[in-house]
């Protein structure tokens, strides 16, 4: 599965939380730099190339609808990053964001926690 750009990943998420939309919805959606339409419109159709999205046509008209679910997209992607970014280590990983205080000690008692459950 290819790695989206930031503006497609942007896309799949507003789809991911609609379920399906229309391209009018899809850009209700869109909070900062709205692309034109027609923008809009192209990148969606390259999603739907790419097998991220399917469509139901009503006429000219189409509703599409997520194909990928999100997590086996970020399963796979933050696998590839965690190779990339942190020598295939998740300690590597964690502590990164330890370390950046993107983690409270709370939140990593509870990861710490999780992991003893699932032993």
């Given at each position: 599965m290819e790695k989206l750009t930031n503006k497609e990943e942007e896309i799949m998420k507003?789809?991911?939380r609609l379920k399906k939309?229309?391209?009018k919805e899809i850009m209700e959606e869109i909070t900062h730099n709205k692309p034109h339409y027609n923008t809009l419109s192209t990148i969606v159709r390259n999603l739907?190339?790419?097998g991220f999205v399917g469509f139901t046509a009503y006429g000219k008209t189409h509703e599409y609808f997520?194909?990928?679910t999100k997590e086996s997209y970020y399963k796979t992607h933050v696998n590839e990053d965690m190779v990339g970014y942190f020598d295939n280590s998740y300690k590597n990983l964690v502590s990164f964001f330890a370390m950046e205080e993107k983690i409270s000690v709370d939140e990593l008692k509870e990861i710490i926690n999780l992991i003893e459950k699932g032993k």
């Open positions: 507003i789809l991911w939309g229309f391209v739907e190339e790419k997520p194909i990928i």
